[in-house]
């Protein structure tokens, strides 16, 4: 099992720039996918991007393209998501989550979650 945990949510204005991390701890298998999702009040959770653990091949939702960069450090166990041109409609809160390739990611593991608010 993966025990993972999220930092450097905060409130930011819009246009700004964020960077959160992801610390994993345990047994990290090279054929984990490592994600990021997000979930705004009152709507169901969705996914950012994910990165492979292995050669780091990365996805992103469409709708986060060109503004937000999932990268991974395999000697840190780290997994950090740079976001920037932040919109208000960003605002969620962010959870970090391991898988295996090929699985649900609701068989995963995930974090606890870190708030990102975009001020108008």
């Known amino acids: 099992q993966v025990q993972l945990v999220e930092s450097g949510g905060g409130l930011v204005q819009a246009g700004g720039s964020l960077r959160l991390s992801c610390a994993a701890s345990g047994r990290i298998s090279s054929t984990y996918v490592m994600g990021w999702f997000r979930q705004a009040p009152g709507k169901e959770r969705e996914f950012v991007a994910h990165?492979?653990?292995?050669?780091?091949?990365?996805a992103y939702a469409d709708s986060m393209k060109g503004r937000f960069t999932i990268s991974r450090d395999n000697a840190k166990n780290t997994v950090d998501l740079q976001m920037s041109s932040l919109k208000p409609e960003d605002t969620a809160v962010y959870y970090c989550?391991?898988?295996?390739?090929?699985?649900?990611?609701?068989?995963?593991?995930w974090g606890q979650g870190t708030q990102v608010s975009v001020s108008s």
């Open positions: 990165i492979r653990w292995s050669g780091g091949s990365t």
């Open positions: 989550a391991a898988a295996e390739a090929g699985s649900r990611w609701s068989s995963g593991s």
